[in-house]
């Protein structure tokens, strides 16, 4: 292979590399925005975070994780709670983003209400087992808030 073989690869994937990286910053303002613009008291304070991922803290005791994984040209989000100790924090659901700026394939990166509406699908079991929980006035515990939530089976 010659040295404008490997040049013209390496820009072929710093391009892409690049595209990725802006769609994925695409996506956390635009979550970002919902939460914030939105009139709905979600009890979300968000948290500070390196650049790959997006934090939020709910009800002053848990940190809701939003996350591109999967290593160098990684397309899967990952959404994560922790307890405010800390901890290992427990997978609750995924997504794909591709690099044309699609969620899942169906939704556009860039329309605040759907990409809103997607985040709280994919947190909705955590609500509902706080929810539940407070109910019958249990106490909580990661792996009840966990439980029933969308997670990938993970190997």
Same mark, same amino acid.
């Given at each position: 292979?010659? *040295?404008?073989? *490997?040049?013209?690869?390496? /820009?072929?994937?710093?391009?892409?590399?690049?595209?990725?990286?802006?769609?994925?910053?695409?996506?956390?303002?635009?979550?970002?925005?919902?939460?914030?613009?939105?009139?709905?008291? $979600?009890?979300?304070?968000?948290?500070?975070?390196?650049?790959?991922?997006?934090?939020?803290?709910?009800?002053?005791?848990?940190?809701?994780?939003?996350? $591109?994984?999967?290593?160098?040209?990684?397309?899967?989000?990952?959404?994560?709670?922790?307890?405010?100790?800390?901890?290992?924090?427990?997978?609750?659901?995924?997504?794909? $983003?591709?690099? /044309?700026? $699609?969620? /899942?394939?169906? *939704?556009?990166?860039?329309?605040?209400?759907?990409?809103?509406?997607?985040?709280?699908?994919?947190?909705?079991?955590?609500?509902?087992?706080?929810?539940?929980?407070?109910?019958?006035?249990?106490?909580?515990?990661?792996?009840?808030?966990?439980?029933?939530?969308?997670?990938?089976?993970?190997?």
């Amino acid at each position: 292979m010659t *040295i404008w073989e *490997i040049s013209e690869k390496a /820009d072929f994937i710093a391009g892409r590399h690049h595209r990725l990286q802006e769609e994925w910053r695409h996506y956390c303002n635009t979550l970002v925005q919902g939460i914030t613009l939105s009139k709905a008291r $979600l009890h979300h304070a968000i948290g500070c975070a390196p650049e790959q991922q997006l934090s939020f803290v709910l009800f002053e005791h848990f940190t809701l994780s939003v996350t $591109l994984v999967g290593g160098f040209n990684g397309h899967t989000i990952e959404y994560a709670i922790a307890g405010k100790d800390g901890g290992e924090p427990r997978v609750i659901a995924q997504a794909q $983003l591709s690099s /044309d700026g $699609l969620i /899942d394939g169906v *939704i556009n990166n860039r329309d605040r209400e759907k990409v809103l509406n997607h985040y709280l699908d994919a947190i909705a079991d955590v609500y509902n087992n706080l929810y539940a929980a407070m109910e019958t006035d249990s106490p909580v515990t990661l792996t009840a808030i966990a439980r029933n939530a969308h997670a990938p089976a993970l190997a």
